[in-house]
């Protein structure tokens, strides 16, 4: 019974939640609005008990000077930097927090760290732009025209490149594009279908 009632009210939920799209009445509108703000209220605590999770998984090898430890304890004396300011003096713009640590040190960590990404992809693009076969020949050339179209000098070297750009970015880039999200879409449906059907059950945890 601790898996079946679980799966059961999974079900219940889900279904409803599904169905209350095709029934467009103010009281299912109302349970169902309910049922979303007590959804919120639940994320609000997974944040809580992550938050906790961490300082515990972390606090623990701290202590024990486990491998790496040094690394959790920076992870743990920055939560606390940016929890407690956060907590007693607030987050609006032109408070402390906002500006000395989000601004001045969280927004700047942040840019390095994409930054560092940027070579990462550079890697890989020149992996996937080798000239091998034909499709790479047009994946490779398009890289090109478009790389060469968003330099500020691209009128310079052929007046119409920026318009071809815009039509590649707007016409082929947008029809894989919305490919992509159709396909994330159907994914994401069967997933929910599964756990609604009971298919799925990892969110229940290990047997």
Do not use: C
């Not at 920026?162 to 159709?182: E, T, Y």
């Amino acid at each position: 019974m601790k898996r079946e009632i679980p799966i059961l009210i999974t079900l219940i939920f889900g279904v409803f939640m599904i169905v209350q799209f095709f029934i467009p009445h103010p009281t299912v509108n109302e349970i169902a609005n309910r049922l979303q703000n007590w959804a919120i209220i639940v994320i609000s605590f997974s944040y809580v008990l992550g938050s906790a999770n961490i300082l515990r998984i972390n606090g623990e090898l701290v202590y024990r000077r486990g491998p790496g430890w040094l690394y959790k304890l920076v992870l743990v004396v920055a939560f606390f930097m940016m929890m407690l300011p956060g907590l007693f003096i607030g987050i609006s713009e032109g408070t402390w927090t906002n500006d000395r640590l989000f601004t001045y040190t969280y927004v700047p960590l942040a840019s390095t760290m994409y930054a560092s990404l940027a070579f990462f992809i550079a890697s890989a693009a020149f992996r996937a732009f080798r000239v091998r076969t034909w499709q790479a020949s047009v994946l490779a050339i398009t890289a090109l025209v478009v790389m060469l179209g968003r330099i500020p000098i691209s009128h310079l070297i052929w007046d119409d490149l920026p318009a071809v750009v815009d039509w590649v970015m707007s016409v082929p880039n947008a029809v894989a594009q919305r490919g992509i999200l159709i396909g994330a879409a159907l994914g994401a449906i069967a997933t929910g279908l599964k756990v609604i059907l009971g298919i799925e059950r990892s969110y229940l945890g290990r047997e």
